[in-house]
């Protein structure tokens, strides 16, 4: 099987910007996690989609959302971007419930705020 | 916030030797799993050991949990070069669905 993949995997954009990250998850693979990970802050969990619905959410503001489609493929959005956001984000994906799962990572998305 | 603490922060060994990295939690959990990534790359799964299990192999690895204290322990024996790179523990912990990664334990084992 093919792993999950990541678009794009680098990034760079301009503070007030938006930017839109996607996530083709392991086929068959149900839930997918989104996770920034920065030096100073580590591995921080932003939100997780299953079966198209937000199952749970990490305390990043509301300008980082996402969405979930009907084949498990995940976008996750920053809008009005802060130099602070430059990070790289990876998305997980794993079977059925993530918590009590392996979880799958993609390569990352580095993404770099000017 | 982090739900895991990685000890040490980083660690160099000699390849051949044995590398042992702890991490220490604050709640309870119902499993606990660790991953390891090399540099700005994805995370790697490498065993997941249950909160009713004490110790776990595979291949070169062993962890152990010991709940009472809320830490664990992964054990890399007779290390290679290919092993360098960043550890992390996640735990899954109760009444919060959420997967919390610790700081992670960077090796760097050398030929």
């Known amino acids: 099987k093919a792993g999950v993949t990541q678009t794009p995997r680098y990034l760079i954009k301009t503070r007030g910007q938006q930017v839109t990250l996607s996530c083709s998850p392991i086929?068959?693979?149900?839930?997918v996690s989104w996770y920034q990970q920065t030096p100073g802050q580590g591995l921080q969990f932003l939100f997780e989609?299953?079966?198209?619905?937000?199952?749970n959410k990490g305390n990043f503001p509301g300008r980082f959302s996402g969405r979930q489609f009907s084949n498990s493929r995940s976008e996750m959005n920053v809008s009005t971007l802060e130099l602070g956001d430059s990070a790289l984000y990876l998305c997980?994906?794993?079977?059925?419930?993530?918590?009590?799962?392996?979880?799958?990572f993609g390569p990352g998305t580095r993404l770099t705020v000017l | 916030s982090q739900q895991g603490e990685e000890d040490p922060q980083a660690l160099s060994i000699q390849e051949g030797e044995n590398a042992t990295m702890n991490c220490s939690y604050k709640?309870?959990?119902?499993?606990l799993q660790w991953y390891r990534q090399n540099s700005g790359r994805g995370l790697v799964h490498l065993i997941l050991?249950?909160?009713?299990?004490r110790e776990k192999h595979s291949g070169r690895l062993r962890v152990t949990l010991d709940t009472s204290k809320k830490s664990s322990s992964l054990l890399i024996t007779a290390s290679r070069a290919a092993d360098t790179a960043s550890y992390f523990c996640?735990?899954?912990?109760?009444?919060?669905?959420?997967?919390?990664f610790g700081t992670g334990t960077r090796l760097q084992v050398f030929p």
């Open positions: 709640t309870s959990i119902n499993n």
């Open positions: 086929s068959g693979h149900r839930s």
């Open positions: 997980a994906s794993s079977l059925v419930v993530r918590s009590a799962d392996t979880q799958y």
């Open positions: 996640a735990t899954d912990a109760r009444n919060t669905d959420k997967l919390i």
């Open positions: 989609y299953f079966s198209e619905t937000q199952r």
């Open positions: 050991i249950r909160s009713n299990e």
